[in-house]
């Protein structure tokens, strides 16, 4: 699928035409963001805000010009965002392509994204914090149209935003181990899974917490090294398509119903009408020549 988030016009290259055919991609019209069209794959709140750095894996196609936001305000339980904190709104600087992963240093432009706007200063927290990829048409309201995908350094859950500082709802619209993930208490973290497979099984690989290499904060390997740049894109599949419905069943005969007690009276009612034929060599008797016959002679 390609997500334009804006309409252009655009001559799609060799390789867009083929995963356009493929169903990574959408060349023409406007369409938002689904949960999980990017998902965050790294993070390191090691230094300072020019040197704090964000990882991106693009599973669906962006075209150039088109824009999300990052944030690592809170997520309140009816979906707002926090006061405190910032984001920063980044556009794609041409046509990203499925399976690219970014590591995006927050105080600078990449070959790919450019910081174009935002609320605040987008900061991360050494102690634990998240990072959480939405979109916005009215940033205003602090309520966001949509949330994409959301990262989790301040421990094993989300929850608890109103009195843990970094700890972040789950965004409305998104689901652990799916959309969402929670790494543990740590100041640095990087997915280490499958690079290659289906949009669904890749997102469900960056989602699966198991699959996370963490710094954990004040830890002994808090100082250890944490690369953040993958040297190859990733691998991205269609999903196989849902199996076929099953035939529907032919409809059942309906039941035959018994007969009625008035149908059955009615058809004993003519059997008896019909009169037996009769007896050779007489006629009929009387019912004073039965009672004769039964009874004794006076």
């Known amino acids: 699928r390609f997500r334009a988030l804006a309409p252009r016009k655009m001559v799609p290259s060799a390789r867009g035409a083929l995963l356009a055919g493929a169903g990574l991609w959408l060349l023409a019209g406007a369409e938002a963001l689904s949960p999980g069209d ?12 020019e040197t704090d750095r964000v990882a991106l894996l693009f599973l669906a196609g962006l075209e150039a010009g088109a824009r999300f936001r990052v944030t690592s305000r809170a997520v309140l339980a009816d979906g707002r965002l926090a006061a405190e904190g910032g984001d920063s709104e980044l ?16 105080s600078s432009t990449t070959l790919d994204l450019a910081v174009v706007g935002g609320e605040g200063i987008l900061r991360l927290e050494s102690s634990g914090d ?50 969402a993930v929670a790494v543990g208490a740590a100041c ?20 699966d917490a198991s699959l996370w290499e963490v710094r954990t904060c004040g830890g002994a390997n808090e100082t250890e090294a944490l690369d953040l740049k993958w040297t190859e894109p990733f691998d991205v599949t269609p999903d196989p398509p849902s199996p076929p419905a099953p035939p ?9 119903s018994p007969p009625t007690p008035s149908s059955a009276a009615g058809a004993g009612a003519g059997v008896a009408t019909d009169a037996p034929p009769p007896a050779s ?8 020549d039965s009672v004769d016959t039964l009874g004794p002679q006076r």
């Open 188 to 207: 640095a973290a990087r997915y280490t899974g499958p690079t290659q497979g289906s949009r669904t099984a890749l997102l469900s690989h960056v989602a």
């Open 91 to 106: 556009e794609a600087l041409h046509n990203i392509a499925p399976g690219t992963a970014i590591t995006w240093t927050l």
């Open 130 to 179: 998240s990072v959480t990829i939405f979109e916005d048409s009215t940033p205003q309201d602090s309520r966001p149209d949509r949330y994409v995908f959301s990262l989790s350094t301040a421990g094993d859950a989300f929850g608890d935003s109103a009195t843990a500082t970094g700890r972040s709802e789950l965004p409305l619209g998104l689901a652990l181990n799916t959309t």
């Open 281 to 288: 060599g007489g006629g009929s008797r009387s019912r004073s």
């Open 248 to 256: 529907a069943s032919p409809p059942s005969p309906p039941p035959l």
């Open 38 to 49: 990017i998902a965050v794959i790294g993070i390191d709140a090691r230094g300072t805000w």
